[in-house]
């Protein structure tokens, strides 16, 4: 047996299998449940196709998902705003990195890359440095 054992000494590790070390910005997004796009004004039903049955097009409820979740998003800000601001501040400067991370990632989809790149362009450019991906 060591000797050093019950003397403070750390003497082993067990199991660190699971264990990352990231970013510390890789931990100050938003929940699962709240991510999603981005949709500042309510669709309107009305101005959505309907079927012959009267039944709304399914990009009208994609769009008010979108919507929905940008509303709880800003809920949720403002809370953890008066709950752990350094959350928040971590969170809003570090929008570039998980946008890149975003881009990266999804570099080889087809339908991705033409915004991608006109990210990349505006990033370059210093066009609207607080435009997200």
Same mark, same amino acid.
């Given at each position: 047996?060591?000797?050093?054992?019950?003397?403070?000494?750390?003497?082993?590790?067990?199991?660190?299998?699971?264990?990352?070390?990231?970013?510390?910005?890789?931990?100050?997004?938003?929940?699962?449940?709240?991510?999603?796009?981005?949709?500042?004004?309510?669709?309107?039903?009305?101005?959505?196709?309907?079927?012959?049955?009267?039944?709304?097009?399914? #990009?009208?409820?994609?769009?008010? *998902?979108?919507?929905?979740?940008? !509303?709880?998003? =800003?809920? /949720?800000?403002?809370?953890? %705003?008066? #709950?752990?601001?350094?959350?928040? *501040?971590?969170?809003?400067?570090? !929008?570039?990195? =998980?946008? /890149?991370?975003?881009?990266? %990632?999804?570099?080889?989809?087809?339908?991705?890359?033409?915004?991608?790149?006109?990210?990349?362009?505006?990033?370059?450019?210093?066009?609207?440095?607080?435009?997200?991906?």
């Amino acid at each position: 047996m060591d000797s050093s054992c019950g003397q403070g000494v750390l003497t082993g590790v067990a199991d660190w299998e699971c264990i990352s070390a990231l970013p510390l910005w890789i931990d100050y997004q938003f929940p699962p449940v709240l991510q999603g796009k981005r949709l500042d004004e309510e669709p309107i039903k009305s101005t959505y196709p309907h079927d012959e049955n009267g039944a709304v097009d399914e #990009l009208y409820w994609e769009h008010l *998902e979108n919507y929905e979740l940008t !509303q709880l998003r =800003r809920i /949720f800000l403002s809370e953890m %705003t008066k #709950l752990e601001p350094r959350w928040v *501040e971590i969170f809003k400067s570090s !929008q570039r990195q =998980r946008d /890149f991370d975003l881009a990266v %990632t999804n570099c080889g989809h087809s339908f991705l890359i033409r915004r991608i790149c006109n990210w990349l362009k505006d990033m370059d450019s210093g066009a609207d440095r607080n435009a997200s991906l």
